[in-house]
């Protein structure tokens, strides 16, 4: 039996049995229920002859315990008497060494004090020496002022600042200071006419030594100055040739461009020739210093950018591709300067790099502040060649396609140039300017509205008018279509817009790191302002968009108000062609009271036909379908969306010709209702001969498909109505026409 496993810590009774009886059964080869207890009985008396041994040691052990507790109690008692003599031994030990530190502390100071005071004499008596010698090192220096001997004077101005160093603590040390200074200062101008010839005729050797010479003198930056001056000279003259050069040439629009060129090899060799010569730990101080000639460059050319640029504006007729033309030469000069410092791994202080941008492109933020203005001259001057007036509507409808065509073509052209000349920093400008030329494109639609529902106005006989008709209505389906186009262009245009205003509030956010780029030297005002115009818009846009995806995104609403006016004013216009004939039957129907036998006979219904007039209008209607079905048919994407904005019945999955043709009947009917209403007195025949009239009216919409509207309907009831039954069958009309009918037939009430 295992004893062992009874106590491990993941010990389990039942497992442990199990394991036990399988090994007892597999070493006695016996199984059942005999088995079973025998190994029962077995290992219990195995377990109670442990469980008393067990018992029995634990007596043993407790009994020992028991008997060594005196022993250990003694024990205690003693080692609690030797800490407490150790506690007392330790406390005097700390008094002993309190008493040595406080007799050794004064004299510690002392040999401090002591060693300072010698120190000091070591140092006065230094000084002493060094003001025996300050006589004779201004003799020799003043000796080798006397025969120009640079590197002696360098040399002896060296000593001489060691040793105003070591005579620091004598009097006098600030006159000394002064004294030095001014050897430094003749020095540096006895040293400045070579040191300038070495760096114009950049002499790499020479240079070196003025170099060293400086160093020594701790005037580096006046040489860097020296340095800087001569390369801005020498940039001064050949920005003076190129223009020179340019006024004999014609495209004198490339000077820019030609003198950014000649900056950059010059930029490229200097920052070779610095490295060499600023070698070892000035070599962070020589890369940046071409830069630096740049930044301090630029601003103080004479002439100025601006003025020759604006003296160019002033001559040509080209402003636009003039600017365009000097912006692209700045993108492309500040590109090659962040390639070379990206290939030359030179990183610049953020007040260069700042300084930087600005010398390049502050110049040009006077021109981008211009730029709405010259565009909106350029955008209207085109514009204004579209105003004319055509003679005839075909013409007009023809021009409108044109004129839209090619405005989208201008105005893609003009966003074209707010990104190459601006960088998109005046497109929230040109979004104002733009709102005005599509007003002024409007125009163009109103005028040809205008012409359209003057054409049909303006024929009088009923051939001519049908015949004109008939064209008209193609026009006006044009002009519809030709809204659509406008319209659908304009969404796409305000979509191109809204992603441009997007990625110009990143770039201003955040403007690209290392790289120098207009966006940095946008002054913090016109920043915010940008940014606050182009969150207005974006949030207009949000709006729109959550309100109907169809409308405007918030760049032009008041565009697409007026396209859903003219819209609905040039369906109106296609409704009056339709209805022009059928008005001028109508204008007909007025039967005369003569005409008609005494209100005493009553003449039976079948002996009365429908009018001249209303068999016209009838028939006009059947051949409606004829005409508006090669039109309607099949219309194209555009017409089909101009007509559900003009009527949301055009939306229904039913032809767009039947539609129309319904339109037409509801407003005949509308038409013909006003028209019997006007009548004033209506004996027995004629009331008889006008519900003749509808009836055939009616017939002829079923055979359309279609049905005269309810309350001509009403009207045929009550026409039909006999004057003693007219109460009767009068219940359920409108009031309005049961009192107009009765008062027309003269229907006395019995009410």
């Not at 190994?39 to 002859?49: D, E, G, M, P, T």
């Not at 040439?249 to 490295?275: G, I, M, N, S």
Request: glycine share 2%.
């Amino acid at each position: 039996m295992d004893i062992l496993a009874l106590s491990e810590p993941s010990f389990s009774a039942a497992d442990w049995i199990n394991a036990n009886y399988k090994k007892y059964t597999e070493e006695n080869n016996k199984k059942g229920s005999a088995t079973a207890t025998a190994f029962i009985q077995s290992y219990v008396a195995k377990l109670q002859l442990y469980v008393q041994q067990v018992n029995y040691a634990v007596e043993e052990s407790s009994q020992q315990v028991v008997a060594s507790m005196p022993r250990i109690a003694k024990e205690a008692a003693t080692l609690q008497c030797d800490v407490a003599a150790l506690q007392q031994k330790m406390s005097a030990m700390r008094q002993e060494v309190a008493a040595v530190q406080e007799e050794t502390g004064d004299c510690m100071a002392t040999l401090e004090r002591l060693n300072t005071l010698q120190t000091k004499l070591q140092a006065a008596k230094e000084s002493l020496q060094e003001s025996d010698g300050w006589g004779n090192l201004l003799a020799e220096l003043e000796d080798c002022f006397e025969r120009n001997d640079m590197k002696g004077v360098c040399d002896k101005l060296t000593a001489l600042q060691k040793s105003l160093q070591a005579q620091e603590q004598l009097p006098g040390h600030a006159e000394r200071q002064t004294q030095v200074e001014d050897f430094k200062n003749r020095l540096e101008a006895m040293a400045s006419p070579s040191l300038v010839q070495c760096f114009a005729e950049s002499n790499l050797e020479q240079a070196q030594r003025h170099v060293q010479i400086f160093a020594s003198i701790q005037r580096l930056p006046q040489l860097q100055q020296y340095y800087r001056a001569v390369q801005k000279n020498v940039l001064q003259q050949q920005w003076k040739q190129t223009l020179e050069l340019q006024v004999s040439e014609t495209p004198q629009q490339h000077f820019l461009a030609l003198y950014y060129d000649q900056l950059l090899e010059h930029c490229q060799r200097q920052l070779k020739w610095c490295v060499q010569l600023f070698a070892g730990e000035l070599l962070d101080m020589a890369q940046s210093q071409p830069f630096l000639v740049i930044a301090e460059l630029l601003p103080a050319l004479q002439p100025t950018r601006d003025a020759h640029i604006l003296q160019l504006l002033k001559s040509s007729n080209e402003r636009l591709e003039l600017l365009a033309q000097y912006a692209q030469a700045n993108q492309n000069f500040v590109l090659h300067l962040n390639s070379t410092l990206e290939q030359s791994q030179i990183s610049l202080s953020a007040d260069l790099h700042r300084q930087l941008g600005e010398s390049i492109f502050e110049y040009f933020h006077k021109f981008i502040q211009q730029y709405p203005r010259l565009e909106e001259t350029q955008l209207s001057t085109q514009v204004d060649r579209l105003l004319s007036n055509q003679a005839t509507p075909s013409d007009a409808v023809r021009h409108l396609e044109d004129s839209t065509r090619k405005l989208y073509e201008w105005l893609q052209q003009a966003c074209a140039r707010c990104d190459s000349i601006t960088n998109d920093l005046a497109l929230c400008k040109l979004i104002t300017v733009l709102g005005g030329i599509f007003k002024r494109q409007l125009e163009n639609f109103s005028r040809t509205q205008r012409q359209l529902s003057l054409s049909l106005g303006s024929g009088n006989s009923e051939g001519m008018a049908r015949s004109e008709n008939w064209s008209l209505l193609q026009y006006t389906m044009s002009q519809l279509q030709c809204l659509a186009e406008f319209q659908l262009q304009l969404h796409q245009f305000e979509q191109q817009l809204h992603l441009r205003l997007v990625a110009l509030a990143s770039r201003l956010q955040r403007p690209a790191s290392g790289a120098i780029s207009i966006y940095q030297t946008c002054e913090p005002a016109l920043r915010a302002q940008l940014l606050a115009n182009i969150a207005d818009y974006q949030q207009k846009g949000s709006d729109a968009t959550a309100a109907t995806s169809a409308d405007s995104l918030g760049i032009f609403p008041q565009v697409y108000v007026t396209i859903k006016t003219y819209l609905a004013e040039t369906h109106d216009i296609t409704l009056n062609i339709l209805l022009q004939p059928i008005e001028a039957h109508l204008a007909h129907i007025r039967p005369p009271i003569e005409v008609y036998p005494t209100a005493g006979i009553n003449m039976p219904a079948f002996s009365f036909a429908p009018q001249e007039s209303i068999t016209q209008i009838g028939q006009y209607l059947l051949t409606l379908p004829q005409h508006l079905e090669p039109l309607l048919l099949a219309p194209s994407a555009l017409l089909k969306q101009a007509l559900e904005l003009c009527n949301i019945k055009y939306t229904q999955a039913m032809p767009c010709a039947d539609v129309l043709l319904s339109l037409v009947v509801e407003q005949c009917c509308v038409m013909y209702q006003a028209q019997i209403l006007q009548i004033k007195s209506l004996p027995a025949s004629a009331a008889t001969q006008l519900s003749v009239d509808i009836e055939y009216l009616s017939n002829v919409l079923e055979e359309l498909g279609l049905t005269i509207n309810l309350q001509l309907a009403q009207i045929l009831t009550l026409l039909k109505a006999a004057p003693e039954q007219y109460l009767n069958l009068s219940s359920g009309c409108e009031p309005r026409l049961v009192t107009a009918i009765r008062q027309m037939r003269n229907i006395i009430s019995t009410q």
